[in-house]
Every structure is written in structure tokens, then in C-alpha cells.
């Protein structure tokens, strides 16, 4: 707890492009959260080099994720957005967890078997005690709650059994989080596949919209979409391709699903798709503007990037302190 608030932490690796599935399922319902949670949105940078990347690029990606964040409408005073490399916490807190965890259990991620055959010429230590890290990340700030995929469950779990075996040991150190299940918000999927969920690493650009595409971009991919022959706007299981676009309507205009296929019943698909277009052109455009606006308002996303690193530090480093002296780290002399 912070003033009273629940905490609640998110990490966001900035690899790849964010898509509209990340925006409407995600992102979008994280800017009514401030109010009833103490946030943190960290741009995971140490997570990131766990596979090879392109310095000059990570840099560029880290900083533009975290100026989409603040573009997509998170107000930066609100919700602390950093750097992860930045509070050095994180790294010192999952040295000493990773002394609180058993190979067996990371040889069980299913994560890092994954990426492991993906990336046979480098499988380093790093890779391997990710979960480690990310249970640091989470612990570090007392985080009550954690939004997460399903993809990323069996990390939280982790996570709640190192902390439970540390808390075992020291007494009651960390708090115990839980998984976030959002009230609302939309799953979106891909618009080549409507079988699958839009995805940002999805390797067919058409399956995606992401929110810096131009508004040609966006119309030419919903264009294509892949829809049925049955010519009927519907909402049924049995038409995924149109019920997706639907919904996709539906939660840009803030129309009901009813409404919306009342309003279409009847139409041709190639006039409701350049509708779903649009809705969703008219709802990114403003956010591209906004993220414009930062690019080339340095000095205000600099001096975010440094309060909010400031703040971040102050809470890791009451947890850290705490964690150094139940181990045993001599006390510093000031
Ligand atoms: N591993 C997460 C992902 O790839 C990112 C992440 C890092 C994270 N640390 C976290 C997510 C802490 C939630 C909490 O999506």
C-alpha cells in the first residue's frame, strides 16, 4: 500500500510494435486505473537483453514506448512510467532471489523453453533467470496486482512462491501478488486470422493495426481483413472475422454490439469495413499527434523520465533496505 492505495506494477518489454489489440485490450483501461491504484508502467530495458539487441535501437524503441504510454493518454504525473535500467533495485533484488530459487522450477518455464529454441546460438544465464528478475520487478514495490496475459501467469506464480519462501524464512517482507483480471476490456484478434489474438509479433503486418499506422494504412488493412461468404453482419461465433470487427467498432465509437449491427444490418462488408476504418483512424490519429508533440518536446519527457525514476527508487529503496538486512548485509555508515 501507498497512501492508501494498492499497488499495482506492469512491465512492457519494447520489442515490437504496439498494436490496437495492445491498446483497446490493455492500455486503454490502465488510464482509469490511476485513480484507484498506485501505478507503475516500467519500460523493461534489463529484460530486454536477454536476447541480442541493436543498442541504438533499443534505445529509440524504450523511449518511444514510453512516449506512446504517456500519447495513449497515462497521465506521466499520475502513473510512474521508467526506465527499468534506471533504479538500479531491480537488478540488486533479483541477485538475491535468484539465491531463493531452484534451477527445477526455471527449467519448468514454459517461456524460456520457448525462447530458448528460438534463440539456440544464445542461451545465456539471463535468459534463464528472467523470471527472477521480473519477481523482483514486482516485489520490489510491494505490488498488490499485476495486469498480465495469460502468457506471463506462470511468471506471477513464480513470483508469489519466491516471495512466500523468502517471507517463510525473514518474516513478512514482500506482499503477496495477485494476477489483475480487467472488468473491461476487449480481446482483439488478428485481422488475417480471427482464430488468433492480435499480436505485436504477429510476422504478417496485415494481421495487425498498430497505433503509429497512417490512416491509408489503417483502411488498406481492414480492406483486407479477412472475413466469410455468408454477406450477413452478424455477431456469432460461427462469422469470427466480423464479430472481431464488431467488437473493434463497437469500442471505438462507444457504441453497443446491439447498435452497431443494427446500424449495419443489411450493408455490404466493404462499406463496414471502411466504417471500422475510420472509427478506428479517428481514434489513433490524436494519439500519433500527441506522441508528434513529445518527439520533439525534449525537455518535458526528459524531466518525466527523471522524476519518475526519482520516485521509483525512493519506494525500491525502501524495499531493498529491508531485504539487505534480513540476509545479513551489514548496515551502510553514513
Ligand atoms: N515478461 C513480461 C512480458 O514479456 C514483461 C515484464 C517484465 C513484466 N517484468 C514484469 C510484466 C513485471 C509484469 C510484471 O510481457
Redesign the pocket.
Known amino acids: 500500500m501507498i497512501d492508501d492505495k494498492k499497488v499495482l ?5 519494447a520489442t515490437g510494435n504496439i498494436t490496437l489489440g495492445n491498446y483497446l485490450g490493455a492500455l486503454k483501461n490502465w488510464v482509469t486505473l490511476a485513480d484507484e491504484y498506485e501505478t507503475f508502467y ?1 519500460v ?1 530495458d534489463l ?1 530486454s537483453i536477454t536476447v541480442r539487441q541493436d543498442p541504438a535501437e533499443l534505445r529509440k524503441r524504450a523511449r518511444n514506448l514510453l512516449m506512446l504510454y504517456i500519447a495513449a493518454g497515462l497521465d506521466p504525473k499520475k502513473n510512474c512510467i521508467y526506465y ?1 535500467s534506471h533504479v538500479s533495485g531491480h537488478a540488486e533484488l533479483a541477485w538475491i532471489l535468484n539465491c531463493f530459487t531452484y534451477m527445477g522450477e526455471l527449467n519448468r518455464m514454459t ?1 524460456y523453453k520457448d525462447k530458448a529454441a528460438k534463440h539456440a546460438d544464445n542461451i545465456n544465464a539471463g535468459l534463464f533467470t ?1 523470471p527472477v ?2 519477481a523482483a ?2 516485489l520490489l514495490y510491494q505490488t498488490d496486482v ?4 495469460k ?2 501467469l506462470q ?2 506464480e513464480i513470483t508469489r512462491d519466491i516471495a512466500q519462501r523468502f517471507n517463510a524464512i525473514y518474516g513478512d517482507v514482500f506482499t503477496i501478488p495477485e494476477p489483475y483480471i480487467a472488468k473491461t476490456g476487449a480481446k482483439i484478434m488478428s485481422l488475417q486470422d480471427p482464430e488468433k489474438k492480435m499480436s505485436k509479433s504477429d510476422e504478417n503486418p496485415n494481421a495487425s493495426i498498430y497505433l503509429m499506422d497512417d490512416k491509408d494504412t489503417i483502411i488498406r488493412k481492414f480492406k483486407r481483413a479477412v472475413t466469410d461468404s455468408l454477406a450477413n453482419i452478424a455477431y456469432n461465433e460461427e462469422q469470427p472475422g466480423i464479430k472481431n470487427l464488431i467488437d473493434i467498432y463497437s469500442v471505438c465509437s462507444g457504441k453497443s454490439i446491439e447498435d452497431t449491427v443494427k446500424e449495419f444490418e443489411g450493408k455490404g462488408y466493404g462499406d463496414f469495413k471502411l466504417a471500422v476504418g475510420e472509427v478506428v483512424a479517428d481514434k489513433l490519429v490524436p494519439i500519433q499527434e500527441r506522441f508528434h508533440e513529445y518527439e520533439k518536446d525534449k525537455a518535458f519527457i526528459d524531466s518525466i523520465i527523471k522524476e519518475n525514476a526519482e520516485k521509483a527508487n525512493y519506494y525500491a529503496q525502501k524495499t531493498l533496505r529491508k531485504v539487505q538486512k534480513k540476509v545479513g548485509f551489514p548496515d551502510k555508515i553514513r
Open positions: 506494477f506492469s512491465g512492457m518489454q516500467s523493461v529484460h527499468q517461456q528472467y528478475l521480473m520487478d514486482i499485476v495486469p498480465v496475459g502468457d506471463q511468471h506471477l
